[in-house]
């Protein structure tokens, strides 16, 4: 039986680690080397850091940010935000990053995702997606932090990334984004079922119940979180002996 990942989630915006709702309401987290340390010791089995405004204003990826992370770090980590190059994917592993995160660079140009496949594997390359719901049933994919709508299904974009060399996608439910109101579970279910990679549930952590039903519902083999953990409402071993109790196995 596969182990789930509980992978804590640091959105950065000028070097801070910040959390909002629906994308938007952003308030300041804390320091992301102290944050992501402290959750490396309560037990989590990946972290992941993305730039949410480098996109949208056209900057490099925070590449400083990973050399420091990767000094204080032994658990495996994803960066990403502004990732337009496989010169730049290359930067972000040389400094120390095991994977990375490409969404909007991926969606404008998709070959983006087979290059950095065929040269550094698969398994870095994780494409992010995030999915507005536009009908029941229906996920749009956006781009540029949830600022540009694509007109591209969200399940359609999924499969085609994983057929264009992404070895995992990080699932994003825009609605469900700092509600604490359970992860999208449809949304989760179509993707997870429509590829054959793992998907990481993304969007409204709100307890270990939640997880239980991204994983035994939805079909996820990650779950990742922010908030709850930001604002020291739980903490990442607490969530996994919950999980344990509750019958999933947790790595």
């Known amino acids: 039986m596969n182990?789930?990942?509980?992978?804590?989630?640091?959105?950065?915006?000028?070097?801070?680690?910040?959390?909002?709702?629906?994308?938007?309401?952003?308030?300041?987290?804390?320091?992301?080397?102290?944050?992501?340390k402290r959750y490396e010791d309560q037990g989590a089995d990946e972290l992941v850091f993305l730039d949410i405004t480098a996109s949208h204003e056209g900057r490099a990826p925070v590449i400083e940010l990973a050399r420091r992370v990767s000094e204080v770090l032994f658990v495996p980590f994803t960066v990403g935000?502004?990732?337009?190059?496989?010169?730049?994917?290359?930067?972000?592993?040389?400094?120390?990053?095991?994977?990375?995160?490409?969404?909007?660079?991926?969606?404008?140009?998709?070959e983006l995702i087979t290059e950095s496949a065929d040269i550094y594997g698969a398994q870095c390359v994780v494409v992010a997606i995030d999915a507005r719901m536009i009908a029941p049933g229906k996920w749009e994919v956006t781009t540029h932090g949830g600022r540009s709508p694509t007109g591209l299904?969200?399940?359609?974009?999924?499969?085609?990334?994983?057929?264009?060399?992404?070895?995992?996608?990080?699932?994003?439910?825009?609605?469900?984004?700092?509600?604490?109101?359970?992860?999208?579970?449809?949304?989760?279910?179509?993707?997870?079922?429509?590829?054959?990679?793992?998907?990481?549930?993304?969007?409204?952590?709100?307890n270990a119940g939640h997880m239980v039903d991204a994983v035994e519902q939805g079909g996820a083999a990650a779950v990742l979180l922010a908030g709850i953990l930001h604002d020291g409402l739980t903490t990442v071993s607490e969530l996994k002996t919950e999980m344990h109790d509750l019958g999933v196995v947790v790595r």
């Open 3 to 36: 182990r789930i990942r509980l992978i804590p989630c640091l959105d950065i915006r000028d070097g801070r680690v910040v959390k909002g709702t629906n994308f938007i309401g952003i308030r300041d987290a804390g320091d992301p080397v102290e944050l992501a």
């Open 81 to 110: 935000g502004g990732l337009r190059e496989v010169s730049q994917v290359r930067e972000a592993l040389l400094a120390g990053a095991d994977k990375v995160s490409l969404n909007t660079a991926a969606v404008a140009r998709p």
């Open 153 to 206: 299904d969200a399940v359609e974009w999924a499969k085609r990334a994983v057929t264009l060399g992404a070895g995992e996608i990080l699932l994003t439910s825009m609605d469900g984004d700092g509600t604490r109101s359970g992860y999208d579970l449809a949304l989760t279910k179509a993707v997870s079922h429509a590829v054959n990679v793992p998907v990481i549930a993304s969007g409204g952590a709100g």
